[in-house]
Structures are given as structure tokens and as C-alpha cells.
């Protein structure tokens, strides 16, 4: 008999094609369908628990809104913000958000009775959240834990080229949320825009720069400092951004410094890989994920040399070997990162 494994995100799970939504923090859209079909292949029915948000979820995934019969719950933990948390001063009743709701009442009615994965992608569970529920398993997506109890469950993918390396325009890109990376913007981007723009090469930005919200009040004096040298641009559904990095001629995974020292590496380390486009990993990352030779590193000339003079003018068929270079080290470096080793540590901490 087939096992039923329960999933709770605050997101979506769609064919890459099928993404359409764009004004959502959800930074799983990559990982997750990978996840839900490499279970699937072995077996385990995955049914998603949480509000249905997409409009084309994969054919893969079940949903249920009540509390189904179910072997064991994977969640992928929420934490209180000002949208989904009825206490917090900034929060509005009409833009409320179920996610944590949800969440609480299924953590509370299959707790002790199932088996609980917690997967904390945010490093937001706090020693309260543990306490509540001592029977869980709490896994982070880092190589480093600061509290032992953690286990780990990193960041996936398939590892496959989805869009041919093209001839790129002159853009140097980053895709993604502002979320704490003022230390990696000013460092990697708005130290040599300036410079690039002088070789031709623009500097932009793709995400929710230009959306201002409560919980960074400082985000639209820093836009308006760093709009003198990079072109800030609204978010994207998630195959434009995908193309977008496609025709760019790299970019640098900025991250959180927690996330460096940790070693949490987001699905964007990933997303590059997919859009055919070399990418380099910052000096304060502590694994040089795609091999040394792509760790960026130094003084802005350092920076500056890495992106122009290694990359520029590089032919479709250079940049192609460059990525399947990067992906070759992955597997050697952290073969983990791998989506068809997770079915396998699921099933273990689970005890299948």
C-alpha cells in the first residue's frame, strides 16, 4: 500500500511554463515540483494541505482543505509577519493571509499521532516553536547548524539545462527579493556598475526592490541611493525571470549573511543552472559550491575582471561548458544537492 505524505507550503507547485503569479515572495517554485515528483516516483501519494493557489498545479499533487488521512506531515515552516498575524501593529484584517492559520491547526491536530517533518527554509522556528512541539523533526536546508536538534535537508534540483546558453545582451543581473542582501548589493553589484557601464554593461535588478513594505522601512531611501548606478525593475513570473538571467551574461547569488555562513544554498544557486547562464558564488559563502573557480572574489577590480574579462563576449558553445562545469562540481561537492537522493533521507527520518 502506498504511503500518503502530507504537504503544507504557502506557495506553488506548477509547471515552470504554467507560473503566472507574480507578486509572491515564494522562492520554492523551482524546488518544490521536483520534490512532489521524485516522491511520487517512489511511491508516496503527496497531497497539499495548505490553501490551493495555483491555477494549473502539477498532476502530481492532491489537495485537501480538511485534515486527511495521512502517514506522515512535511511542512515547510511559516512564521508570524505582518500579513498573516492578526497581533502584529501593521497587520490589515482585508489583506489577511491563512498561511500560519493553517499551519498551527495542522501542526496541532497530527502532532503525536503522525510523524512531523518541519523544514525551516527561513530560519525562522524559534526554541518556542520546538518547545510546542517536542515529537517533530526539524531539518534546515544549511551544512552548518547552530543548535544540534536540527538535522539537515538541503536544497535540490535536477541539475538540468532547461534553456540553451544564448548570445546574452550586456546585462549584469540579479533576480530576486530584497531580504537582508544590502551587505552583497553593495559589494557586488553597486561597487562596479559604475565600471561596467563605462564597458557597456547595465546593472539591474528583477524582484520587490520597488516594493516597499513595513517590514523594511529603510528599502526605499537605499533604492533611491543605489538607482543612481542599477536599473531596478518590478518582479516577474518565474520562467520571464528564468529568461531573463538566460540572456544576461551572469550573476552573482547574493544571500543573506547568515545564509554565508551557514552554508544555506537557496534554489536561485539552482535557477542559473536551469537558465544556462554561469553564476558565481560570493568569497563569504562557505562552500564554493560550483568550484573555486567561480567563488567571486576581492577588490572591486577582482569583482570587475571575474564578470567582464572571464565572461564577455563568451560563445553559446563556451558558456555551455562553462555551466555543465558547475554542475559537474555540485555533484562532486554536495551530490545531496541532488533531488533524487531526498526521497530516500525523507523515508529514513521517517522510518519507511
Not at 518565474?238 to 544555506?264: A, D, P, W
Not at 567563488?295 to 555543465?324: A, C, P, Y
Amino acid at each position: 500500500m502506498n504511503k500518503k505524505l502530507g504537504f503544507a507550503y504557502w506557495g506553488f507547485c506548477e509547471e515552470y511554463e504554467d507560473s503566472a503569479i507574480v507578486e509572491t515572495p515564494d522562492g520554492g517554485r523551482f524546488t518544490r515540483p521536483l520534490f512532489v515528483k521524485e516522491m511520487t516516483r517512489h511511491g508516496i501519494k503527496v497531497i497539499a494541505l495548505q490553501q490551493k493557489r495555483e491555477t494549473k498545479p502539477i498532476k502530481e499533487l492532491d489537495f485537501s482543505s480538511y485534515y486527511p488521512d495521512i502517514d506522515a506531515l512535511f511542512v515547510e515552516w511559516r512564521w508570524p509577519t505582518w500579513k498573516n498575524d492578526s497581533s502584529n501593529p501593521n497587520h490589515k484584517s482585508e489583506t489577511h493571509e491563512t498561511d500560519l492559520d493553517r499551519q498551527t491547526a495542522l501542526m496541532n491536530y497530527y502532532h503525536g499521532k503522525i510523524p512531523i517533518i518541519v523544514w525551516d527554509t527561513d530560519l525562522k522556528v524559534t526554541d518556542e516553536d520546538i518547545k510546542n512541539y517536542p515529537q517533530v523533526t526539524w531539518l534546515e536546508p544549511t551544512i552548518l547548524h547552530d543548535r544540534h536538534f536540527f538535522g539537515t535537508l538541503l536544497y535540490f534540483s535536477d541539475l538540468k539545462i532547461r534553456m540553451r546558453p544564448t548570445n546574452p545582451d550586456n546585462r549584469y543581473i540579479y533576480v530576486g527579493s530584497n531580504y537582508e542582501r544590502y551587505w552583497g548589493v553593495d559589494k557586488y553589484y553597486f561597487s562596479i556598475a559604475h565600471e561596467l557601464r563605462h564597458k557597456g554593461i547595465t546593472t539591474d535588478f528583477y524582484g520587490n526592490w520597488l516594493n516597499y513594505s513595513p517590514e523594511r522601512p529603510e528599502q526605499e531611501e537605499r533604492v533611491k541611493y543605489y538607482s543612481s548606478r542599477i536599473n531596478f525593475h518590478k518582479r516577474n513570473a518565474f520562467l520571464e525571470g528564468m529568461q531573463l538571467i538566460n540572456k544576461s551574461i551572469t550573476t552573482t547569488h547574493i544571500v543573506k549573511k547568515e545564509y554565508c555562513r551557514k552554508g544555506l544554498i537557496t534554489p536561485r544557486f539552482f535557477e542559473s543552472i536551469m537558465a544556462g547562464t554561469p553564476a558565481f558564488i560570493p568569497e563569504e559563502f562557505i562552500v564554493p559550491l560550483y568550484g573555486y573557480d567561480w567563488v567571486i572574489r576581492g577588490t572591486n577590480i577582482d569583482i570587475f575582471d571575474s564578470i567582464f574579462w572571464q565572461l564577455h563576449g563568451t560563445s553559446e558553445v563556451g558558456r555551455l561548458k562553462m555551466v555543465e562545469e558547475q554542475i559537474k562540481n555540485i555533484r562532486e561537492i554536495l551530490p545531496e544537492c541532488d533531488v533524487v537522493n531526498v526521497p530516500d533521507k525523507i523515508k529514513k527520518i521517517l522510518g519507511w
